[in-house]
């Protein structure tokens, strides 16, 4: 015997509880990423357990047993997480108890708990990720608990699974427009709790330190970490750095951000970033992914604040735009920014001092470098013109990387304890990090001041809705250098080494393996590209329209739609205007249901009675299938035989007996079907000769 053939044997109360368990086991299965190993696999042994004893028809376990389990689950929770309060411990004990609940199932009373615990666990998956994967996973989750719901309340015989679905499916469809109306007219408001995050690293490519070689790493990702739609005009591609920590603190192999003022505290800064533009603004919307900092990431370089939904942002004296708090859930902003700009003091500064500094006997053989391109430079310094001098430096150092051999590459080897030596002497190679980091020293060698800015550089451009996509694998790091009267420059020296790399877009790729290209054999990577643009715009669409429905989006939308001012009261009059013509609908719908009969197959007798009528046909009030076939054949002979055919079978459907194994009755649905696809005669048609 099949499977398939056991599982249709099996009894009713067998069958709908290995369903509920399957159910149940999709709800947690989004938190597999989330919760901790031992919580998924002891729910996953308490499924399988109680799925056994429902196969094998045995008892469930006892009261001791189940205290012993709740005494383990709450044990473990309280040693992996020190608590019982909070997000993470919440949900464990939440997903256990649900597991838990399942060995209790004796009644309907058990059933609709375990329900009412699944659908609070499926709101829990929010507090991790409200992702559009995520949805429709939960989606889908949501009809299953409603399609085992529905068969619950069907206790009478053995009702197929698939009609159970049909009717949550359509009780899905039916509160969809209830659902629309409420997520576009409810007054937005700011949330009433908040939930801290647990953990603050960094997860959009970029850190508040740098070590070299862990950018190359992340190089790998392409994980969207920021989208951006520009208004007219939209930049050149070599111009789009989008400017994230500066970092200026360096112990020979790592970079770190200078103290700054406490973001906690929002205390004012002694200095500012003395920022001075040119040109007209480019403005544009930005859309963050969570990344639980406080950078906010806009094009170099934005003067104003960026505009924060419910909250104001700040600068550093680094050009650094903060926002108030960590950026935790998809966050969309807008910014003007000027590519055209001048920041930083024009003159020496006592404070420069600190941009010059190199830890104690680091890079000896780059110190040495610096100390011959002063030598050759000496022309210069004797005329007095540092400004000079120390720009011809910088040039002289981005020539020596354009002919010096070196090579743009993701594998740049073993770095030594001397990075900058290593790169400028041995390797001669690396990855933007590396050449940034190197280029540095070697300015600061020189006594010219010099930091490292990180974020990210280009992007691409979404066929499908126009944005430009900037992903984790668009990380970058430039350098920049001040120079007298011109203040802070930026200077990429990655550029010299590998021009493509901002001018066109050109980034590197790992090796594709084996299995890799033997996709490419079989799906063409321009139609990889395709679904993947499709996917992404799909999922932009949703952060914008879902996630980022915000108090301003909405007011914008009620406009569009004729309300001049939509405040929140008058959101609230349209919702009460709404339900009260609803409410009229369904008292005006429950009224027409009471005059209709209650009986399906009497409405779909009287279907049959007025087409009929309407085709001129004389008929008692309460004729009976039969009678109507016959005075239809009647009336129009073999143009009616289908008709007449077909109520012979409704007849059939209702009166016929078991042993009526010559012509089986058909099942409802399939004659409402085909009586939607018959031909009834026209009124007036003379009868048949």
Known sequence: MTLRARLDALPRDTRDTLFLLAVVAWVIAPHASHLPWWTLGLALCLLVWRGLLAWRAQPLPGRWVMGALLLLAVGATWLTHHSLVGRDPGVTLVVLLLALKTLEMRARRDALVVFFLAFFTLLSHFFHSQSLPIAAALLIALLGLLTAVVNAHLPVGRPPLSASARIAAKLVLWGTPVMLVLFVLFPRMAPLWGLPGDDLAGRSGLSPDMTVGEVARLALDDSVALRVRFDAPQPPRSALYFRGPVLSVFDGRQWREAPRFNPDTWEADEQTAQLQVNGPAISYEATLEPHRRRWLLTLDAAETAPELPGQRARMTPQLQWLSQRPVTDVLRYRAQSHVDFQHGPLQARPSLAAYTVLPDGSDPRTVALAAQMRTNLGTAQRAGDAAAANAALVEAALARLRTGGYRYTLEPGVIAAHTADDFWFDSKQGFCEHIASAFVVLMRALDIPARIVTGYQGGEVNPVDGYWTVRNSDAHAWAEVWLAGRGWVRVDPTTAV????????????????????????????????????????????????????????????????????????????????????????????????????????????????????QAGLTLPAHAPPRTMASLASAQWGDDAAAIADWLLRLERQRYAGPAADAHPAQHLSELRREFKSLTWPRAGRPQDP
């Not at 493509?500 to 996709?519: D, I, K, N, V, W």
């Not at 205007?577 to 609908?585: E, F, I, K, S, T």
């Open 498 to 613: 590998a021009p493509g790399r901002t001018s066109e877009l050109q980034r590197l790729a790992p090796p594709r393996g084996a299995f890799g290209q033997a996709m490419d054999s079989v799906i063409a990577p321009g139609l990889v590209q395709q679904l993947r643009a499709a996917w992404e715009a799909m999922n932009n669409g949703w952060n914008q329209w879902v996630l980022n429905y915000t108090q301003t989006r909405q007011s914008d939308l009620l406009r569009q739609l004729g309300l001049s001012s939509p405040s929140w009261q008058t959101l609230l009059q349209w919702l009460a205007g709404l339900a009260g013509v609803a409410a009229l609908a369904v008292c005006a719908w429950l009224w027409r249901a009471r005059r209709a009969p209650a009986d399906g197959w009497q409405r779909l007798r009287r279907q049959a009675h007025a087409r009929l009528q």
